[in-house]
C-alpha cells in the first residue's frame, strides 16, 4: 500500500515492531472504531491497562529530527499522551526518520538516565513517577499539575484522558462542556479519596461547582501574591490601613447605617450545621458530596471588615479576619456586589486528618500537636453565604494565604461542615 499521511506512520511503526520480534501491534490511530459508542467507551476505560500489559510502547516523534531534542516534541503537550508515556513500563522513542532517539541502544529508554532526565524536564514530573507510576488517586493535586498545560483537540478529552491516570470508572458523554467533564471527575476523586488539595487552586471558578476551577490550567503553578513585605510587616502594615481608612461593612446593622466597620454577629446555632470540637479529630466525617452539594469539614474564620485597596487588574482587599493576621487578597470580582446581597463571609481552612501529620493518633491529639500543625500559614477558601444554609465559593486571583493569630486562635477553634454549591 502507498505509504501516505498516516498509513506511512502505521507502516513504520509495524516495521518497528517486526524488527523487535513481534507479531501483533496496536495503534489508536486504527485500531477503535470511533463510530460506535461502546468501543469508544471501552477504549478510553481500558487504555491505561492496555498501555501498562504491553511488552513495549513505540513512541514516534515525528517533529524531533536525528539530531534534535526529545523536550521540543508536541507530543508532551498532548492530553491523550500523558498516560501513554506513565502506563508502560518499556517505552523506546523513535525520531522523524524512524531512528532510535539519540541511536542509543537501550531496549527500555525508561531505563536510560540521561532520557529520563530529559522527560522530567519536558514533563515537570519527578523520574521515579516516570518510570514507576501507579494509577490512583495519591497526591491527585500534583496529577492534574501534570496536565494542566496540555491540550486535546475534544475540550472534553481533557478529562477523559485522566481517567485511567486517576483509576476511574465514569460514562463518557461526548457533547457535554469540559466543565462538566473535569467537574464529574474532580468529584469522582473527592468523594473516593477524601483529598481535599484538588481544591487549591486560583482562576475560574466552574459553573458545575463553585469550589472546582472551570479549566485544568488552574493547576498550574499557584499564582503567590506579591513579596513586597515580609508576613509581620504586612500584617501590620493592612492593620494601620484598615484602622485609619474608611472600611466597608460586611454586614449592614440594622438602625446604624453610617457604621462602617463592626463585629459581625455570631450566626445562630441552627445555622451554624455540624460543629466538632478540634480536640476530637477523630469524630470528624471526611469531605463528600451529596449530588452537587460539597459537605467540607472546614476550620472556619469570619471576616470582620474589608477595606477597597486598588481596583486594576483584580480588585484589592485588605481584610480583617476574625482569629488570622490581618491579610490582603485578591479577587476578580468586586466583593462589596457580593457581600451586599449574601451577607456573611468566611475564610476557610479545609480540614482533613492528614493536616496533623501521617502518625498522628487521632483519638488522642494534645495541644501541641494541634499547635505544631495548625500555627502556620495555610491556603485558605474565601465562602460567601447563600439562602438555605448553603455556601459558595468566591475564587481569587492569587493564592489566599492565612495565618492564625496566635496559639489561642487555633485551640479555640471549631471544625464546622459547610454545605457548599
Known amino acids: 500500500m502507498p505509504a501516505m499521511g498516516g498509513l506511512g506512520k502505521l507502516q513504520g511503526f509495524c516495521a518497528v515492531a517486526c524488527e523487535w520480534g513481534y507479531s501483533w501491534a496496536w495503534s489508536d490511530t486504527c485500531c477503535i472504531d470511533k463510530h460506535s459508542s461502546a468501543e469508544v467507551q471501552e477504549t478510553i476505560g481500558s487504555m491505561f491497562s492496555w498501555y501498562r500489559q504491553s511488552s513495549l510502547t ?9 539530531t534534535g531534542s526529545i523536550g521540543s516534541s508536541e507530543w508532551f ?4 499522551t500523558l498516560q501513554e508515556l506513565l502506563a508502560p513500563r518499556t517505552v523506546l522513542f523513535y525520531t522523524r526518520n524512524w531512528s532510535l532517539y539519540k541511536n542509543l541502544t537501550s531496549a527500555n529508554h525508561k531505563k536510560d538516565a540521561t532520557v529520563l532526565a530529559e522527560l ?4 515537570g514530573i519527578e523520574p521515579q513517577f ?37 483509576n ?13 467533564a473535569l467537574g464529574r471527575l474532580l468529584t469522582e476523586i473527592v468523594s473516593q479519596s477524601g483529598d481535599i488539595s484538588v481544591l487549591d487552586w486560583v482562576g475560574e ?14 493547576y498550574q503553578r499557584l499564582s503567590m501574591p506579591p513579596p513586597h513585605l515580609n508576613a509581620e510587616e504586612r500584617s501590620s502594615a493592612i492593620s494601620e490601613g484598615l484602622r485609619s481608612s474608611e472600611v466597608l461593612n460586611v454586614r449592614d446593622v440594622p438602625g446604624s447605617p453610617t457604621v462602617r466597620s463592626v463585629q459581625l454577629r455570631t450566626p445562630d446555632s441552627n445555622v451554624l450545621g455540624e460543629v466538632h470540637d478540634i480536640h476530637s479529630p477523630d469524630r470528624v466525617p471526611l469531605v463528600r458530596f451529596f449530588g452537587r452539594l460539597l459537605a467540607l469539614p472546614c476550620i472556619p474564620y469570619q471576616v470582620i471588615a474589608i477595606q477597597l485597596k486598588a481596583s486594576t487588574p483584580n480588585y484589592t482587599y485588605n481584610i480583617q479576619v476574625s482569629g488570622l493576621a490581618p491579610l490582603e487578597i485578591a479577587l476578580p470580582v468586586k466583593l462589596e456586589d457580593v457581600t451586599r446581597s449574601r451577607g456573611v463571609l468566611y475564610l476557610v481552612r479545609p480540614w482533613h486528618s492528614k493536616l496533623l501529620g501521617p502518625f498522628a493518633e487521632l483519638y488522642a491529639v494534645t495541644d501541641e500537636q494541634l499547635v505544631s500543625a495548625l500555627w502556620t500559614p495555610f491556603n485558605a ?7 438555605h444554609h448553603e455556601y459558595k465559593r468566591i475564587a481569587s486571583s492569587t493564592l489566599i494565604t492565612a495565618h492564625p493569630l496566635d496559639r489561642a486562635s487555633v485551640l479555640n477553634s471549631k471544625i464546622r461542615v459547610f454545605n457548599i454549591v
Open 58 to 66: 513505540i513512541v514516534y516523534l515525528s517533529d524531533v529530527p536525528d
Open 77 to 80: 503537550r498532548r492530553g491523550w
Open 120 to 123: 522530567a524536564r519536558a514533563t
Open 130 to 166: 516516570l518510570y514507576d507510576f501507579s494509577p490512583g488517586k495519591d497526591n491527585p493535586r500534583s496529577r492534574l499539575q501534570w496536565a494542566s498545560s496540555r491540550l486535546t483537540t475534544r475540550p472534553e478529552d481533557i478529562a477523559y484522558s485522566l481517567f485511567g491516570i486517576f
Open 168 to 180: 476511574v470508572h465514569l460514562p463518557v458523554l461526548y457533547g457535554e462542556s469540559a466543565e462538566h
Open 205 to 218: 471558578p466552574s459553573p458545575f461547582h463553585s469550589c472546582f476551577p472551570a479549566h485544568i490550567t488552574s
Open 381 to 387: 477558601l474565601l465562602l460567601t453565604q447563600l439562602p
